[in-house]
């Protein structure tokens, strides 16, 4: 297996099945900087990001996959968009999953994420993923029937199987050059439902509420439960899970960028070398442009 190194924070997910949710904090630490100093700190890592995404590109041997998984209104939306602005859109793409169409649902759960993962040279996105198959299937297993599955199994042995091709799949990915984050946006109960709230009482905001919003609320405990699960059982060196404290947007889209920018640091990006005969050639080019001028 291919060592990717992934960075060090005490946000990362231990290996070993251990992950208690419960203990997950949401909120930064008491010495945090202020918004201004978090803000100004983001900008130098996006900077970062930018030049190591266009060294990325040059090198074409590996591809970057970031998942992103969180309860609603954790500010996956807003993490992305600030995270990525100023980098070359050319150079990544953001992929939104929602309820799977007809069509991906006639195929096996690993499917449409598959179609839209990144080639070597580019940064993809999940804004949810094939993660919502153990976390909102484990939820509400009635969402099982639409796939037509050949055997009737207990939700949680269908999770397991589901962990298990996860693991495979995932493992695939880094032997052949995929390096892989995963980031779960952990958001207190409270918060959720201040933001929440926001929604309701900002026109400008109403869009984004819906009566969806409150009926999942109330599986709160069930999805803990499903994350808890998920994440201990696919946390790996070659695809880490960080559990980012989400309560306040600005520190975690600064933990979120610089976890991206260290694990890109670590990769042996470097321009390709020409030939020396094609690197003769260009110089023969340059002489014949120079003697234009």
Sequence with gaps: MIDFSPPESPFRVTYNGDFDI?????TPPGDAPSEAALKKELKRAVRD???LQRRLHAHQHYAVLLVFQAMD??????????AMTGVNPAGFRINAFEAPSNEEAGHDF???????????????????????????????????????????LPIMERCEERYQSIRDHEAHL?????????????????????????????PDKNWKFSRADIEERRHWGEY???YE??????????????????????????????????QLATLDLTHPTLPEVERAELQDYRDHLAAEL
């Design 73 to 82: 209104a954790a500010g996956k939306d807003s993490t992305l968009r600030a």
């Design 49 to 51: 990001i930018s030049r």
């Design 224 to 226: 803990m439960a499903a």
């Design 174 to 202: 880094a032997r052949n050059g995929t390096v892989i984050l995963k980031f779960w946006l952990n958001i207190s109960r409270e918060e959720q439902a201040r933001r929440f709230l926001r929604r309701i009482d900002r």
């Design 229 to 262: 699960d998920a994440i201990n059982a696919t946390a790996r060196p070659w695809a880490p899970w960080y559990a980012i404290p989400a309560d306040s947007k600005p520190w975690m889209r600064l933990v979120v960028a610089q976890l991206v920018r260290d």
């Design 110 to 152: 690993l499917w449409r994420t598959t179609l839209r993962l990144p080639e070597k040279g580019r940064i993809g996105i999940f804004n949810r993923s094939y993660y919502e198959e153990v976390l909102i299937v484990r939820v509400h297993p009635e969402f099982l029937e639409r796939q037509k599955l050949p055997r009737r």
């Design 22 to 26: 419960s203990r997950a904090v949401t």
